[in-house]
């Protein structure tokens, strides 16, 4: 574990840290981590050195057989073929074919415009699913508007009632008031009637009935 650190570190100082069991095990498990991913990046690096050897043979080759065959090369190119050898390079570098030839490019084409149909296909079910979404965000707006004014409306009928309730109340309170107050002046009025010696006979209710 030591040496990893040191390595991993190089000429900076390796940070602090507790030296224990648990610590040395989890250190001993990244450093076994870390020498199997340096090993998988170099057998990557050497595959891909092998790789561009290959291709800069291939090329060397194909290089000696045009000069060797029509005495051709890149560089006695006039600048219109030099454009268009370089415009066929970069399509066939944008197009990932193995090669430059029709059969490569064909293929890589039809691939290529399948790719764009479905793209374009799921363009348009993003739009038609927009469109959709719009309309039903309309619709929630339109609907989210009412409700508004609709609760506006309550509201201020709300506040009318609750102003009759009040004023109903209010009314209600004076009348209670008033209702006692007539009560006390009538049992006030009997006894003092009571006090003077009135008899019942001559009550109003009894006059009536002896008239009847």
Excluded at 88 to 104: G, I, P
Excluded at 171 to 181: G, P, Q, Y
Aim: charged fraction near 30%; proline fraction near 2%; charge should be negative.
């Amino acid at each position: 574990v030591a040496a990893w650190l040191k390595k991993i570190f190089g000429d900076h100082p390796i940070p602090q840290y507790e030296v224990n069991p648990r610590t040395t095990e989890i250190l001993h498990h990244l450093s076994e981590r870390n020498k199997l991913r340096d090993r998988d990046v170099c057998l990557v690096i050497e595959d891909l050195k092998q790789k561009a050897s290959e291709y800069e043979s291939e090329a060397k080759h194909l290089q000696d057989l045009l000069m060797g065959s029509v005495n051709f090369s890149p560089a006695n190119l006039s600048d219109a073929g030099s454009r268009y050898l370089n415009a066929l390079v970069d399509s066939a570098v944008a197009l990932e074919t193995k090669d430059s030839s029709l059969a490569s490019f064909i293929p890589a084409v039809n691939d290529l415009t399948s790719d764009l149909f479905r793209t374009k296909s799921k363009n348009e079910e993003i739009k038609h699913e927009l469109a959709k979404l719009e309309k039903n965000l309309t619709a929630t707006l339109v609907l989210e508007k009412c409700l508004r004014e609709d609760l506006k409306k309550a509201e201020l009928h709300l506040s009318t009632e609750r102003a009759k309730v009040d004023n109903r109340l209010q009314n209600m309170d004076f009348l209670k008031a008033k209702s006692e107050e007539f009560r006390f002046g009538i049992r006030a009025a009997e006894e003092q009637l009571s006090a003077r010696g009135m008899d019942a006979s001559l009550s109003h209710q009894s006059l009536v009935a002896l008239s009847e």
